[in-house]
């Protein structure tokens, strides 16, 4: 279960103040008076009653203060720009009896649909009685990414976030599935940002058979190289086959496998790719190579 971290504090912050305090100390998740000192900032944020409702009337009235561009939907406020390793939002959780829930829908809002994180972060209830999620843990480093594939899951319990209650979730490790509130509420976050997080996969999980079941963070790479390999050329080719070889996401390896093989009307060519992607080294690769021979021969 993602650690609950406790701790009472009445000093109040503004926005400005939690972000000067955490540029000073820094956000490291991996280490633990850095998560304390971080904990700390988004409690005294917490303890502000006016900021956000300051920041939505703002909103409101056209005098945009969102720093930069949301990439998360219309239930999330983006608070800071991307700074030393992390920024800040505020995420709003509508309850089944709100009209955004019955207008969107449940998957709109995440509710019920068991996930991972390819990154840490700091959650506290601002306002409201708070959204509730089951718990699970599972090993990233076991598992390849296979759609289908065992997950290992361990269920941990059931938490309600409620006002005040800081939570720290561990990127590749919690995995969680959230119900909404009982009345429309709010939580505030310290995102972790690390360079090399969009190489490493977040996953959709079926708890009940413990499995993977997707990817949730598919990436322009992807996209790119796939459309490079279809519209050809030697210098697109040789930059596909070295990304099969040695980039740092499976998935990518496994992108450009794919790309080539549509480009081979030959069974026996397509079978000749696919043997060498057997001998990648990725254990994703690997999988999804001896599935394709197989359907081949």
Same mark, same amino acid.
């Given at each position: ?22 540029d000073?100390?820094g956000?490291d998740?991996?280490?633990?008076d850095s998560l304390a000192s ?5 409690r ?6 006016e ?6 009337l ?8 969102q720093?930069?561009d949301?990439?998360y939907g219309?239930q ?5 720009d991307l ?16 009209? $955004?829930?019955? +207008?969107? @829908? ?6 019920g #649909?068991? /996930?991972?994180?390819?990154?840490d972060?700091l ?13 699970w ?5 076991r598992?390849a990414g ?10 941990s ?14 990127a590749?490790r ?7 509130p ?7 976050n310290i ?20 499995r993977?079941?997707g ?10 190289l796939r $459309?490079?390999? +279809?519209? @050809?050329?030697?210098?697109?080719t040789?930059? #596909?086959? /070295? ?5 740092p ?7 450009s496998y794919?790309a080539r ?5 030959d069974?026996?060519?397509r ?9 990648s ?6 999988a999804?190579?001896?599935e394709n ?5």
């Amino acid at each position: 279960m993602p650690p609950i971290l406790h701790g009472e504090d009445d000093i109040i912050f503004s926005l400005d103040e939690c972000t000067s305090a955490l540029d000073q100390a820094g956000f490291d998740p991996r280490d633990r008076d850095s998560l304390a000192s971080a904990a700390l900032s988004l409690r005294r944020l917490g303890n502000n009653s006016e900021f956000l409702a300051e920041i939505l009337l703002a909103e409101l009235k056209g005098k945009h203060t969102q720093s930069h561009d949301s990439a998360y939907g219309p239930q999330t406020l983006v608070l800071s720009d991307l700074r030393q390793g992390y920024f800040l939002r505020a995420n709003i959780w509508p309850a089944e009896a709100d009209s $955004m829930f019955r +207008a969107s @829908g449940a998957h709109s809002f995440s509710y019920g #649909a068991p /996930h991972d994180h390819n990154f840490d972060f700091l959650t506290l209830g601002y306002f409201g009685p708070g959204y509730a999620s089951d718990y699970w843990e599972y090993d990233y480093e076991r598992v390849a990414g296979i759609t289908g594939e065992t997950a290992g899951l361990t269920y941990s319990g059931r938490e309600i976030l409620e006002q005040g209650k800081i939570v720290h979730y561990r990127a590749h490790r919690d995995v969680h599935r959230q119900l909404p509130p009982a009345a429309m509420s709010v939580s505030l976050n310290i995102m972790a940002v690390n360079p090399a997080q969009g190489w490493h996969d977040q996953y959709a999980f079926d708890v009940e058979n413990d499995r993977i079941v997707g990817v949730l963070n598919p990436t322009s790479t992807e996209v790119f190289l796939r $459309m490079a390999i +279809a519209i @050809g050329g030697s210098e697109n080719t040789d930059l #596909a086959e /070295h990304f099969g070889k040695a980039h740092p996401s499976d998935r990518i390896r496994l992108a450009s496998y794919q790309a080539r093989s549509l480009l081979l009307d030959d069974p026996a060519e397509r079978d000749k790719l696919w043997a060498k992607a057997e001998m990648s080294g990725s254990r994703l690769v690997e999988a999804q190579a001896r599935e394709n021979r197989e359907r081949i021969a």
